[in-house]
Nanobody
Framework: QVQLVESGGRLVQAGGSLRLSCAASGRTFSRYAMGWFRQAPGKEREIVASIGWSGEMPYYADSVKGRFTISRDSNKNTLYLQMNSLKPEDTAVYYC???????????????????WGQGTQVTVSS
């Protein structure tokens, strides 16, 4: 089992940057495929980016491709989301999620993830 705690969300102006972090408990962080999701008010929770064990060939939603970068540091048991060129439509609560251990590759469905953090609020002002 793994516990996830997000941080880094805040109010930022359009065009600005933020880096979200997700600290994971446990000694086997490297064996979890991970993802970032977001949920805006009145909308469904959607995938933003996901990354497998190796960190190679991450997945990005079209809406963030070229602006966001997902990465992981297994030495620090931490998942990151670097967000650049932020837009007001990026405003949402951002959640970190993990698949069951043993699943190597990325996944895009909410149901593929079993462990979730509490979320961190990102607000982008115009």
């Amino acid at each position: 089992q793994v516990q996830l705690v997000e941080s880094g969300g805040r109010l930022v102006q359009a065009g600005g940057s933020l880096r979200l972090s997700c600290a994971a408990s446990g000694r086997t962080f490297s064996r979890y495929a991970m993802g970032w999701f977001r949920q805006a008010p009145g909308k469904e929770r959607e995938i933003v980016a996901s990354i497998g064990w190796s960190g190679e060939m991450p997945y990005y939603a079209d809406s963030v491709k070229g602006r966001f970068t997902i990465s992981r540091d297994s030495n620090k048991n931490t998942l990151y989301l670097q967000m650049n060129s932020l837009k007001p439509e990026d405003t949402a609560v951002y959640y970190c999620a993990a698949r069951n251990p043993g699943y190597i590759s990325t996944a895009q469905r909410r149901s593929d993830y079993v462990y979730w953090g509490q979320g961190t609020q990102v607000t982008v002002s115009s």
